[in-house]
């Protein structure tokens, strides 16, 4: 059995400022994905960015970074240079095989 | 727009009545996923399809619903006998044969039982 815990409800951060969101995660797989996605209010999901665990080079995507810790199980979210767009829930999810398992989701307010 | 659809986008039905909802997957993707999301919670995994065959149902998947991808393109979900638990939003997602582990999702469908 696959588990994504989020242990961040909600947060909030100044435009402009930097964040970072927590997930944690326990597979007994040794190849494995992980995700985050973002959901903005009433709009579809949308991947931000993605992490094979067989690579321990931290994955980014212009303002999105990872910090990917193999041995803890943790996959946290850094966004810099918050932008009000950035709104939104985000979800932390895994995937070793054909499904994803995605936590509870960490709502994220981003204020001018 | 070439991305993953859905249809009907919201849905109002009374307890006991049947709803069948569409997925429009993107071309060329071979797997298709259905997850169910309420609430404030994340999604949560139902089954999905490589090609016209499912492969994988979720013990969330009651006898009440059943999901088919006839030839292999779009797929519907199908809810029996609704009850109000069923409320939820519907999403729909698919990926690529060369990157299945890479998912992009639909608007979704949010069904209200009454």
């Known amino acids: 059995a696959q588990t994504v815990t989020q242990s961040q409800p909600e947060m909030s951060v100044q435009e402009a400022e930097t964040v970072t969101l927590s997930c944690t995660y326990d597979?007994?797989?040794?190849?494995?994905?992980l995700f985050w996605y973002k959901q903005p209010p009433s709009r579809q999901m949308i991947l931000v960015i993605r992490?094979?665990?067989?690579?321990?080079q931290n994955a980014t995507e212009n303002r999105f970074s990872v910090n990917f810790q193999k041995a803890a199980k943790s996959f946290s979210l850094k966004i810099s240079d918050s932008q009000l767009g950035d709104t939104a829930m985000y979800f932390c999810a895994l995937s070793a095989g054909n499904m994803l398992t995605f936590g509870g989701g960490t709502r994220l307010m981003v204020k001018p | 727009d070439t991305g993953v659809s859905q249809n009907p986008r919201h849905k109002i039905t009374k307890r006991g009545q049947n709803v069948t909802f569409r997925c429009d997957p993107i071309s060329e993707h071979n797997r298709l996923y259905w997850y169910r999301q309420t609430l404030g919670q994340g999604p949560e995994f139902l089954t999905y399809f490589q090609n016209e065959a499912q492969l994988e149902k979720s013990r969330l998947l009651s006898d009440r619903f059943s999901a088919e991808r006839p030839k292999g393109s779009f797929s519907t979900l199908e809810i029996q006998r609704t009850e109000q638990g069923d409320s939820a939003m519907y999403l729909c997602a698919s990926s690529h044969r060369q990157t299945y582990n890479e998912q992009f999702f639909g608007p979704g469908t949010r069904l209200t039982v009454l």
């Open positions: 597979t007994s797989e040794n190849n494995y994905y």
């Open positions: 992490q094979e665990a067989y690579k321990q």
